[in-house]
């Protein structure tokens, strides 16, 4: 994530501004981030377990979703994030209502600590109801579409440059590239994750190191051995009494032997496994400090014009910590007509997401 965060900081800057330069920078990061855990969850059994723990163990202190006896989502309130609050709340037991089940994904990512410290959300109520509304289009089971976020993250580079954000067409369509390489690696992954090894290979190579170990044991030995090392007798010669050899190649049938077996499942939770659970961790950190305003990224010569950029920006906005929320900046990409939100409360009682802002 390193090389699409250092893009967007070359690419969306603002000397006026640097405030809403750094929200939209943050945006497309919480997007390409957001599209590379959906594509993963379905592959990779590491983070699959990671947020099955944060599930269960949020679930535990809270209740479930509160339901009418037909199954629908009860009524609430509508006080600011109500609603919102009110989807997030998980359940430890299996999920049966497919409006819960096909958010449950979306909810539980929101509650992972990491991304809490990191964004506080990584997917908006806003951005929850497009997934919402696309979920209601398909019969059966529902999974949040992993390519949505690059559309999103596209038309936020074009609404940048539009503000002036990106100077010219050309830097724009630098920014268009490198969304386009991260969606490209991440369907590299899927690709390979789809085309399953074939079991022979690994089969014989178990066998074959199996029959290597067992007849390098055998053939190795000594068939006399007082004799050989006394070496008194005619015909026996004997370099080493440590098979260093036979320890050489054992080393490469067994090397050999773990490749096969990595081959096999790649995306496991085994120490051979690629450890995507820590790259995801490092991607959302590096995109937090590098597409934020951070000082400590700065030399001391180049802070004096960075704090001026920065008590300039505080003046006129305010000095706030915390996650930055992109809803003030992002039009909402789906507007539901009236007779379409009718028809979704009839189904969901009167609970509705609004395409409103989070905040």
Known sequence: MSGPAAVLVGS????????????????????????????????????????????KLTARFQSDFDLTEDGKIKPVPDSGDSNYDQLMRLSEQPVTDPVRRSLERLLVLNRDPLIRKQYGRIVTRS???VFLQRSQRVNGKYEPEWFLPFYWA????????????????????????????????????????????????????????YTVFLSDTLSRQLLDPKEAITRKAKGYYVDYLVPILGIVHMIFMVGWFKVALVLMDPFGVDEED??????????????????GTNISWYPKKLRPAFDAQRQKKDRSEGDSEGPVSDDELFKPMIEMSQAEAERKNQIYGTFTLEDGGDE
């Open 12 to 55: 969306i800057q603002s000397g006026s501004n640097p405030g809403d330069a750094a929200k939209y920078r943050m945006t497309i990061a919480r997007y390409l981030n957001l599209a590379w855990v959906l594509a993963l969850w379905n592959i990779c059994s590491g983070l699959q377990e990671r947020f099955e723990i944060v599930k």
């Open 127 to 129: 951005e929850l109801a």
């Open 154 to 209: 596209l038309a936020t580079a074009e609404e940048a440059l539009e503000k002036g954000l990106i100077r010219d067409n050309r830097i724009f369509l630098k920014v268009q590239e490198e969304i386009y390489a991260w969606s490209g690696k991440i369907r590299v992954l899927i690709n390979f994750a789809r085309r399953g090894l074939p079991l022979v290979y690994t089969q014989v190579v178990i066998i074959a190191v």
């Open 274 to 291: 690629f450890p995507f659970s820590t790259i995801f961790n490092s991607n959302m950190r590096l995109s937090k400090e590098q597409c």
